[in-house]
């Protein structure tokens, strides 16, 4: 797959959100890692977050300039068209990032609830539908992030 600037904010924003429970990991002094291990974590973390920004930028100015792949299609077949693409309200790019931002946080509390040991496995199955319909409008947030990016591009140039 190649990379899009909707699939490389998606992969900042988990990032960032790791970055958040390492901190809250090492701020509680977590009992299933030294302070050592989780420093160490958010170093490399912290050099990822640097890399990833660094391709970020550079995506969208090779993009300004050439004919850069702006989206790869989704093939994903297991989701029920009618839940598919729902996010047509986005109107534009940071609007777009801060969905698939919060998107992102929502599939991460969604996917804590599903690791509980303490409810019945009836209960996690019903936590697994609600990850796949995130998942999908997760999916359907990066595809409109590209598209958005594309049109601004398409129209930037035309000017």
């Given at each position: 797959m190649a990379e899009t600037l909707g699939s490389l ?151």
């Amino acid at each position: 797959m190649a990379e899009t600037l909707g699939s490389l904010v998606d992969k900042l924003a988990i990032k960032s959100i790791r970055e958040f429970y390492l901190d809250k990991m090492i701020d509680s002094g977590d009992e299933n890692f030294s302070q050592e291990e989780l420093r160490e974590k958010k170093r490399i973390l912290l050099e990822q977050k640097k890399s990833l920004r660094e391709e970020i930028e550079e995506f969208v100015a090779s993009a300004a300039v050439s004919e850069k792949v702006l989206r790869d299609e989704k093939l994903k077949l297991y989701n029920k068209r009618e839940t598919m693409g729902k996010v047509g309200g986005v109107k534009g790019l940071s609007e777009g990032i801060e969905a698939l931002t919060k998107k992102n946080f929502d599939l991460w509390q969604l996917e804590d609830e599903a690791r509980r040991e303490d409810v019945p496995l009836e209960y996690i199955g019903q936590v697994k539908r609600k990850i796949d319909a995130a998942n999908q409008q997760r999916n359907d947030l990066i595809d409109r992030i590209d598209e958005l990016f594309e049109e601004k591009l398409r129209s930037l140039k035309e000017a």
